[in-house]
T-cell receptor, first 115, second 113 residues
Framework: DVKVTQSSRYLVKRTGEKVFLECVQD?????MFWYRQDPGLGLRLIYF???????EKGDIPEGYSVSREKKERFSLILESASTNQTSMYLC??????????????FGPGTRLLVL | AQSVTQLGSHVSVSEGALVLLRCNYS??????LFWYVQYPNQGLQLLLK??????LVKGINGFEAEFKKSETSFHLTKPSAHMSDAAEYFC???????????FGSGTRLQVQP
């Protein structure tokens, strides 16, 4: 079974803090993704990575950065947390390939509250 | 650009009734289509996907979906709802050459006893 784990299920941070969200997958997947989930908006892509040290911006990258130093680990960084970044954050991974049919496997999510 | 529209943010059915969750997509090329389910306080789990071939796709837990190119639809159905089907359901699309999925806004399914 594919397993995607996220470092925290719940996180409370203060405005202006630097926040790190960690994601680890154990299936040797090339692609990793960070999504943000908000009620009524579905999931929106923040960043994704298709190889170690490679990354591309998604639809809503502002206020976020990412790091992928090892194939199995993909970190999302909130440089200076703001209240509008209160959300559920979901990590996913998939095999490489641009054919389109690859399944994305999701972690359990991190619910972040910024006060 | 691709987009996904899920009609109805909330759907309520009685236990044993037909479940129909609607999904329409826009895409300039034939898409790959997915349905995911999210149970409370969990991540997303793949229900089923359409890539190529047969347009009626069967998934887990008795769900199925039919790809209708002429209607640009990929509606999810289940003949008989069970209480355990209560969850949020997301339709997603991906075009060839893109790595990421584009998700709809989700439909929360309630199952009444």
């Amino acid at each position: 079974d594919v397993k995607v784990t996220q470092s925290s299920r719940y996180l409370v941070k203060r405005t202006g803090e630097k926040v790190f969200l960690e994601c680890v997958q154990d299936m040797d997947h090339e692609n990793m993704f960070w999504y943000r989930q908000d009620p009524g908006l579905g999931l929106r892509l923040i960043y994704f990575s298709y190889d170690v040290k490679m990354k591309e911006k998604g639809d809503i990258p502002e206020g976020y950065s990412v790091s992928r130093e090892k194939k199995e680990r993909f970190s999302l960084i909130l440089e200076s947390a703001s209240t509008n970044q209160t959300s559920m954050y979901l990590c996913a991974s998939s095999k490489a390939g641009l054919a389109g049919g690859e399944t994305q496997y999701f972690g359990p999510g991190t619910r972040l509250l910024v006060l | 650009a691709q987009s996904v529209t899920q009609l109805g943010s909330h759907v309520s059915v009685s236990e044993g009734a037909l479940v129909l969750l609607r999904c329409n997509y826009s895409s300039s090329v034939p898409p790959y289509l997915f349905w995911y389910v999210q149970y409370p306080n969990q991540g997303l789990q793949l229900l089923l996907k359409y890539t190529t071939g047969a347009t009626l796709v069967k998934g887990i837990n008795g769900f199925e979906a039919e790809f209708k190119k002429s209607e640009t639809s990929f509606h999810l159905t289940k003949p008989s709802a069970h209480m355990s089907d209560a969850a949020e359901y997301f339709c997603a699309v991906r075009n060839t050459g893109r790595r990421a999925l584009t998700f709809g806004s989700g439909t929360r399914l309630q199952v009444q006893p």
